[in-house]
């Protein structure tokens, strides 16, 4: 599976649109991007995923690049509950583990 | 909505001693996995299952460890003898298939080896 790289934290004003960036310049064409979160002591949430399209649920929206090699993942309006460790996660089409990195720690402050 | 449930919650064990974890994948999911977190660490793959046999394991889930299905709606990670640096969360997850479809976590059992 492709690496990722995140920066390692992020604030956003509470309200606010976060938008949490991943770059997967070694993706290859049957790797998904995917998005999970961890808030504190709880266990991974799945938020989105995609492959080359932008893709949109009532959590988030994923942009991908034309060229695939980076994403960026956005909350469109940050609450206080939105504070959490947020991964971004490349794995193969029919593969079996996700491999988490250390993750961006987003604070949302009001 | 489904989602994965995972007993105990807290779990305290003297080292050596054996330990179950239990979980309760979400009921339509046919795969099944298990990870870990030690405290301050990243979130690692042990073991995915499907079929009744395990799929993949990483090079943490040694001959210590073992899963099983044991009826219809329970997944258990076992832990022979328990070491010391085997103090970590244990997260269960599950997914439909091994598609595109997300994994789905559970809460986590936090193991506590004495």
């Known amino acids: 599976d492709a690496k990722t790289t995140q920066p390692p934290s992020m604030d956003c004003a509470e309200g606010r649109a976060a938008n949490l960036p991943c770059n997967h310049s070694?993706?290859?064409?049957?790797?998904?991007v995917y998005w999970y979160r961890q808030i504190h002591s709880q266990g991974p949430q799945y938020i989105i995923h995609?492959?080359?399209n932008n893709e949109t649920n009532e959590m988030a929206s994923l942009i991908i690049t034309e060229d695939r090699k980076s994403s960026t993942l956005i909350l469109p309006h940050a609450t206080l509950r939105d504070t959490a460790v947020y991964y971004c996660i490349v794995r193969v089409v029919g593969g079996n583990k996700l491999v988490f990195g250390a993750g961006t720690i987003l604070r949302v402050k009001s | 909505e489904p989602e994965v449930t995972q007993t105990p919650s807290h779990q305290v064990t003297q080292m050596g001693q054996e330990v179950i974890l239990r979980c309760v994948p979400i009921?339509?999911?046919?795969?099944f996995y298990w990870y870990r977190q030690i405290l301050g660490q990243k979130v690692e793959f042990l073991v995915s299952f499907y079929n009744n046999e395990i799929s993949e394991k990483s090079e943490i889930f040694d001959d210590q460890f073992s899963v099983e299905r044991p009826d219809g709606s329970n997944f258990t990670l076992k832990i022979r003898s328990t070491k010391l640096e085997d103090s970590a969360m244990y997260f269960c997850a599950s997914s439909e298939g091994l598609g595109v479809q997300p994994q789905h976590f559970g809460d986590g059992t936090r193991l506590s080896i004495l």
């Open positions: 070694t993706i290859s064409g049957n790797e998904y």
């Open positions: 009921s339509n999911h046919l795969y």
């Open positions: 995609g492959l080359k």
